[in-house]
């Protein structure tokens, strides 16, 4: 059984407001829905990862887990039924039954209301600001209501459209994920693969004869420190090896910890994590986190091909195998150095760097183009439920 919350207001105008279209009217909340109060709520501990009916929570996936009990059960005779997360300020519509953890409330559409009307006049209602109580606000928003065959209508259309806008994002994503996927394809490429002879001019040699690491301390709170322009591995993209801030920008941890220098001559190898691939060529001399190692290369290989050698899979494999830790996994750097690498001669080297230096500069513009396109769709939502509210499906 459930207990339903029957505050009621009167229906009341809102001047203030943009002026609705014919028939339609402003109301809050709980002029249109009632509160439910499940029999009883859950948590995570009483949450099991397979069962019967699914515990809705505030995250966003939605749920956290199920239950095969039948206390606290929303069940059918009550759905379809809208739910809103008091912290998160998510709003989900259940068709089917489920049950809830605290600050999640149901909402439970009354006589001569639309409940999927329901959900779509409260998505993007209310934005979460802070970690709090937000079910105070919504109550007090105005929303505004139009006759019940024009819920239905619009609530119709709504889904059809959303459905349209999912189906574009997916395929958007799916290109951004493909677009990813090519600098990886190209170093196959560019590199032989195992079992393959070398071309004529290529050898094997480990990678401790072509470079060496160059771990000069910076000391935290001296002069050097605070001029030094500061790295760390969140300044470097994974795969690309993109530097994410101007060497302008000021340094964030003056006087905090020890860090390495480096210079226009190194390459940044992220040893933290190396699947992440982090490998970068710095073009201005500046100081890094001590999880980054500044190689220097010999006169036997060009520094831009060193950074595609060391961000080709064979090397993130390496490194991996090698790794120590688990939870936080770093790249044994003895080990790394006697990984053997393909080496041709100094003038092939730079023509493959070109090369992989223009693939992916187009890669690059066409995941800005794919990245462009995803937040054209991701804008939609909102722009849809405007003028859906504003009379204009």
């Not at 505030?58 to 379809?80: T, Y």
């Not at 039924?81 to 409330?105: D, E, G, K, M, Y």
């Not at 060497?247 to 933290?272: A, M, N």
């Not at 183009?369 to 939502?381: K, M």
Request: proline share 8%.
């Amino acid at each position: 059984m459930t207990k339903m919350e029957t505050t009621v207001r009167a229906t009341h105008a809102s001047p203030q407001q943009k002026t609705l279209p014919a028939g339609w009217r402003w109301v809050r909340l709980l002029d249109i829905v009632d509160r439910i109060t499940p029999g009883k709520l859950f948590d995570r501990e009483s949450c099991k990862p397979e069962g019967k009916v699914p515990v809705v929570d505030q995250s966003e996936c939605g749920f956290m887990g199920f239950h095969n009990e039948a206390p606290g059960v929303i069940a059918s005779e009550d759905l379809p039924l809208v739910t809103f997360a008091n912290h998160t300020c998510a709003v989900r519509l259940h068709t089917a039954p489920f049950s809830v953890i605290q600050n999640v409330f149901p909402l439970q559409a009354r006589e001569g209301i639309d409940p999927f009307f329901v959900y779509w006049v409260l998505c993007g209602r209310l934005p979460a600001t802070f970690y709090g109580g937000h079910w105070p606000m919504l109550v007090k928003k105005e929303l505004p209501l139009p006759p019940l065959p024009e819920q239905r209508r619009i609530a119709g259309v709504l889904k059809e459209q959303m459905a349209a806008v999912e189906k574009a994002r997916a395929a958007a994503q799916a290109r951004i994920e493909a677009v990813k996927a090519l600098p990886a394809a190209f170093l196959r490429q560019a590199f032989p693969q195992p079992g393959q002879p070398l071309p004529d001019g290529w050898r094997w040699v480990k990678l401790g004869e072509v470079c060496e690491q160059d771990r000069r301390i910076v000391e935290p709170n001296t002069v050097e420190a605070d001029w030094l322009t500061y790295y760390s591995l969140e300044h470097i993209e994974s795969e690309t090896g993109r530097i994410l801030k101007a060497p302008i920008e000021q340094v964030e941890d003056v006087g905090k910890s020890t860090t390495f220098r480096f210079d226009e001559c190194h390459v940044l190898y992220g040893k933290l994590r190396p699947y992440l691939n982090k490998v970068a060529l710095p073009d201005a001399p500046g100081r890094c986190t001590t999880e980054m190692i500044p190689l220097i290369c010999s006169n036997e290989i060009d520094r831009v091909f060193l950074a595609w050698v060391l961000r080709r899979g064979e090397t993130v494999q390496f490194a991996m195998q090698g790794k120590t830790g688990s939870r936080m996994p770093r790249a044994d750097m003895d080990s790394l150095p006697t990984l053997e690498i393909p080496l041709p001669p100094l003038s092939e080297q730079r023509r493959i760097a070109g090369v992989l230096k223009e693939q992916v500069a187009a890669v690059e513009k066409a995941r800005a183009a794919a990245e462009a396109e995803l937040e054209t769709i991701n804008a939609l939502p909102a722009a849809l439920l405007r003028r859906a509210f504003n009379g204009e499906i």
